[in-house]
């Protein structure tokens, strides 16, 4: 195997277990043992990497390797470090006295924007080679400027990124336009292309989450019309065909079988998207365990449907992952202390 190609494995499967350490410290720091949440979500990382390795023995497509244990591992304990920074950076203490005054910064929004923000930079590899990026930007040049479902995909995501960081850190909305230099910095990052119409739809995301948002809590619209937007991503092309396709029942199992880097992207992708929608839905007044059951429904719903969409794998993934991202949620509330309300 190449260098650099070792190297992107590396660096892949320490992030995939990043958010086990991260949210395993937030969970286990109630139970009041010496160092517990250190070193429980390192041992938890440990033990899933192995029975994962154990697991690909009998996966005819996949080898196992002591390496991805170690980096795993590695990856946990990064995670938990985060964590310990998360519980610095969130104490009221370290909020100026407008922020104690009116609102407690909300762990689960900011969780999510750290998602959102990984999605976008993944896999963190870069790619800066003057051929691939010459490559690049004559695709970026002549793909179509006006892409419908990129540019409404797009739009919502960073629509409801303001949100997110409102919620977490009480940013400016101005500052969400800073947030638009990601996509040109895609150019470098390895494995990804930017789009216009990717770029258009981010710019206008911007502008109405700066044009229409006002402080406080988001509102109902802005909670159901995120949720419409993953319905319509979840059925896009709507060409439908009389052929049904087999319903997968087990779980994440393209996590198993396809390759770890892209299921990476499109895992992190998935829990922003499902974790914001169940977090807009809790945000605008809907009780928490409500809300995961709608979107786990919605989710639940789209993957029925799709039995009858060409190119689509029907199965319980994502309302499976929608359940578990709402018992995150329900974890990181309580470290809230109350719902987001409005500063005003």
């Known amino acids: 195997m190449p260098f650099r190609y070792f190297v992107r494995d590396v660096i892949v499967n320490i992030i995939l277990y990043i958010p086990l350490g991260f949210a395993g410290h937030l969970a286990f720091r109630r139970i009041r043992l010496p160092a517990f949440s250190i070193y429980a979500p390192v041992l938890l990382g440990l033990l899933l990497s192995t029975v994962m390795e154990l697991t690909q023995l009998l996966v005819p497509t996949r080898d196992t390797s002591f390496a991805d244990i170690v980096t795993n591992v590695i990856g946990s304990g990064i995670g938990v470090m985060l964590g310990l920074l998360f519980e610095a950076i969130m104490s009221r203490r370290h909020w100026p006295s407008r922020t104690r005054d009116h609102t407690v910064a909300d762990r689960g929004a900011l969780l999510l924007a750290f998602c959102w923000a990984a999605w976008l930079l993944f896999p963190l590899f870069p790619a800066l080679r003057s051929l691939e990026l010459s490559r690049r930007l004559a695709v970026f040049e002549h ?49 990804r292309q930017p789009l216009p119409s990717v770029l258009l739809g981010a710019m206008a995301g911007v502008v109405l989450f700066i044009a229409c948002h006002r402080a406080g809590a988001p509102s109902k619209v802005e909670a159901w019309a995120f949720l419409a937007v993953i319905a319509v991503r979840g059925l896009v092309p709507f060409h439908f065909m009389a052929e049904a396709t087999p319903f997968n029942w087990v779980p994440f199992v393209p996590m198993l079988t396809g390759d770890w880097q892209s299921m990476a992207g499109v895992l992190l992708e998935k829990t922003f998207y499902y974790g914001t929608a169940i977090w807009l839905l809790r ?62």
């Open 283 to 344: 945000a605008a007044g809907l009780k928490l365990m409500r809300s995961m059951i709608v979107v786990a429904a919605v989710l639940a719903s789209i993957e029925i449907v799709q039995i009858h969409l060409p190119g689509r794998v029907p199965e319980t993934t994502d309302p499976v992952l929608a359940i578990l991202l709402g018992f995150v949620l329900a974890i990181l509330s309580r470290e809230t202390g109350k719902r987001f309300r409005s500063a005003g």
């Open 143 to 191: 793909a179509p400027l006006i892409d419908p479902m990129p540019m409404l995909s797009a739009g919502a995501s960073w629509y409801a990124a303001g949100l997110l960081l409102a919620a977490a850190a009480g940013v400016p909305r101005a500052w969400l336009a800073l947030t638009l230099l990601v996509i040109p910095a895609q150019f470098l990052i390895a494995d």
